[in-house]
């Protein structure tokens, strides 16, 4: 992990496109302003985590339901 010490009004750049800006500061918490490219998705990380595993939840249903599908599919019809 890369450290930094900013300011209030200070910034940083990651590459060419995202330039982070320490707005203020007040006891804890630091306001940070963030511009970065339109396609960039930026989540908190609580956010972040939830989305992360509801996506892997959404996976294993998926693939669940392909086992499922198969498996009938390749059921004799009973006549």
Do not use: F
């Not at 060419?16 to 960039?40: C, E, F, H, R, Y």
């Not at 989540?43 to 998926?62: P, T």
């Amino acid at each position: 992990m890369l450290i930094l010490t900013r300011r209030a009004g200070e910034s940083l750049h990651i590459g060419d496109s995202i330039k982070i800006t320490v707005l203020s500061i007040q006891g804890k918490q630091a306001k940070l302003g963030i511009i970065v490219p339109d396609d960039t998705v930026v989540y908190r990380e609580e956010v972040y985590l939830r989305v992360k595993n509801e996506n892997r939840q959404a996976m294993l249903a998926s693939n669940n339901d392909l086992l499922a599908a198969a498996a009938l599919w390749h059921t004799p019809i009973k006549k």
